[in-house]
């Protein structure tokens, strides 16, 4: 990747809707090498998809939750099974396999208690955990998609 490749990644992230012919013009190129470079991107798997961001309050999702889990087996069956119930359930939003005093942690989206009560009780009906911590945010600070593009170096 050069320059105008991560010219092009940091205007897609802005605004993905913009047609070529723009993403051209705020990067310096005309649009038949512009979308090549695009092409090639999606192609090498840089950029993985284009999607619409939706307000997560607007459509009724009010309550992030931050779900630490801890398990006391570490089998590649129960990792398997875990990570397959996990992924299904529409809820869970990002999901990570973490270093240090956590296993696992979840960011989920729900209306409401009630909605997280009901995530909570498939959970750990689905497999055997040893610990689930569930953090509730109160205020969201700072929310990005868009990825700081190192420099080439």
Not at 34 to 47: M, N, P, S, T
């Amino acid at each position: 990747m050069d320059a105008i490749d991560r010219k092009i990644l940091a205007v897609l992230q802005e605004n993905a809707a913009l047609s070529v012919a723009e993403i051209g013009a705020r990067v310096g190129l005309s649009s038949t090498p512009c979308w090549k470079r695009i092409q090639r991107l999606e192609a090498d798997g840089v950029i993985l998809k284009r999607v619409a961001l939706v307000d997560q309050e607007r459509v009724g999702l009010r309550i992030s939750v931050f779900v630490s889990i801890e398990t006391g087996d570490h089998s590649q069956d129960w990792l398997d099974r875990f990570a397959k119930t996990v992924t299904a359930m529409p809820e869970v939003m990002e999901f990570y396999r973490m270093a240090g005093d956590v296993d696992y942690m979840l960011r989920v989206a729900v209306a409401d208690i009630a909605g997280y009560d009901s995530f909570y009780k498939r959970l750990i009906a689905a497999v055997p955990l040893k610990n689930v911590t569930s953090r509730f945010a109160m205020e969201k600070i700072k929310s990005t998609t868009a990825l700081p593009i190192p420099e080439n170096r």
